[in-house]
């Protein structure tokens, strides 16, 4: 496989690992930040909910949606915050099982559809279709700099970015969406298998891995540019968490 291909996916895979990272530790820190504010869990779990409201939403939608196409019956849609023992839902769609397949696309549906609506947001609003090759040169500032230009050029830019910072962040497949992929993996490690002994040239892999660089190069862009957002609101967010927390040590 060429380098610059192969070093594209190693990037996408990278930079989704940093998003799950970002994303979890925003929530947190939005949580503890509003508990030290108010005294009260359920209002950090509103104002969680709120932050991430459009993202939330497509999400459910996403499953919902997925079980339709994939003849799944459908019941309870629900879009609001609730108390799962130590963890925190935020919406939820009752789908009847379908098998590992079926299970495995409507749980992975929001990852899918957040991945489709970030980058068609990155690369229509913001122009983030170049960040790729302006990241490879090395040059972060050139890519930050890229970044706040597109959304000051941006008359509702800032609109934008909290569409996509809700979208990206709340796309991640939770617990419950990836229990079926562990089955899902398996089978497509055993196709792999037979691929391999089938064809050792390779020929039709790489044919498949060029095919889906170019999307997948996209995808890297609107993911650099999630992830600067998500930059910029971490630190904030641990400037206030620093302030609140010496304000009440006072």
Known sequence: MPTATLAIFIAFALLLLALAWASRTIGLLIQEIVYRLTGSGDM??????????????????????????????????????????????MGAVTVNRGGTVRDSLVGMAPLLTGS????????????????????????ALDVVTSI?????????????AWAIFAVANAMM??????????????????????????????????????WLAGPTRL???????????DGVILSIL?????????????
């Open 238 to 250: 641990y400037i206030v968490q620093a302030v609140v927390a010496t304000l009440q040590r006072r």
């Open 148 to 160: 706040f230009d597109a959304l000051a050029q941006q008359q509702d830019g800032l609109i934008w």
């Open 173 to 210: 497949p939770s617990a419950s969406d990836r229990q079926p992929l562990k089955m899902l993996l398996l089978y497509l490690a055993l196709v792999g298998i037979g691929y391999v002994l089938l064809d050792s040239s390779g020929q039709l892999f790489l044919q498949v891995a060029q």
């Open 219 to 229: 995808l890297v862009s609107a993911l650099i540019l999630t992830l600067v957002i």
């Open 44 to 89: 950090a779990m509103v104002i969680l909910f709120l932050v991430y409201l459009p993202g939330i939403f497509i999400h459910e939608l996403s499953h919902w949606l997925m079980a339709k196409v994939v003849g799944l019956k459908t019941g309870k849609f629900r879009v609001w915050p609730q108390k799962k023992g130590k963890y925190i839902g």
């Open 116 to 139: 489709g609506l970030m980058t068609l947001i990155a690369g229509e609003v913001f122009g983030a279709d170049r960040l790729a090759g302006v990241w490879a040169q090395g040059n």
